[in-house]
């Protein structure tokens, strides 16, 4: 996709760390085994105080981890990766959303349906002001079907009323999805449970 007129990126997602960071120990092939020297999966559940039944059942855990991502810090921010998909009550080992290296920062995040629609339209709003004085022609809206787990049923509707209104008289279209690829800065940019807008000038 190219174009002579200005394209724009915004990104941004609701999600906030409960607690201080946790240090990746030992990882490899995708998982995280450790966090500050202890299984990742225990000190991950500990940092947010999780409820007993969750430690063991991994039906309960995936429900649990599916509003509460794992938060990687990197230089624009911290990262948000979706583990419900990789639970691992046996081995006591997180994955999901790539590979985190020996020594990074993450955290257990939490968030709510405000935080999240309300950083739905901070991506689009970004994505509108970094055209300056281009008048946008569109844009299309990348979210996470991960983030039912916070709005319900209803997220496509809760999220368009509150992009329809960062948006106004700009046309736009968009979708959920499975991992929201957004790269502005660096080599990575892959993203989870995370709004990316694009829009054109």
């Known amino acids: 996709m190219g174009s002579d007129a200005p394209i724009t990126i915004g990104i941004d997602h609701g999600w906030k760390p409960a607690g201080e960071p ?4 030992q990882s490899g092939e995708g998982r995280v085994h450790e966090l500050d020297d202890e299984p990742a999966l225990d000190a991950y559940l500990d940092r947010l105080g999780a409820p007993e039944e969750v430690y063991k059942d991994e039906v309960a855990l995936r429900h649990y981890v599916l509003s509460r991502p794992l938060g990687v810090q990197r230089r624009s921010g911290i990262e948000i990766r979706n583990m419900s998909t990789e639970v691992d009550v046996d081995g006591r080992t997180i994955g999901g959303g790539g590979d985190l290296s020996l020594g990074a920062l993450a955290f257990a995040m939490e968030g709510d349906e405000e935080s999240v629609v309300t950083a739905s339209a901070r991506a689009c709003r970004s994505a509108i002001e970094q055209l300056d004085e281009a ?28 992009l329809a209104g960062e948006a106004g008289s700009i046309p736009y279209a968009g979708f959920c999805t499975y991992g929201e690829i957004a790269r502005t800065r660096g080599i990575n940019g892959f993203h989870n ?9």
């Open 193 to 201: 449970q995370t709004m990316a807008v694009l829009a054109f000038g």
């Open 22 to 25: 946790l240090v990746v120990t």
């Open 135 to 162: 008048t946008p022609v569109g844009l299309l809206t990348f979210s996470c079907a991960a983030c039912r787990a916070v709005l319900g049923d209803e997220c496509v509707a809760i999220e368009g009323a509150r």
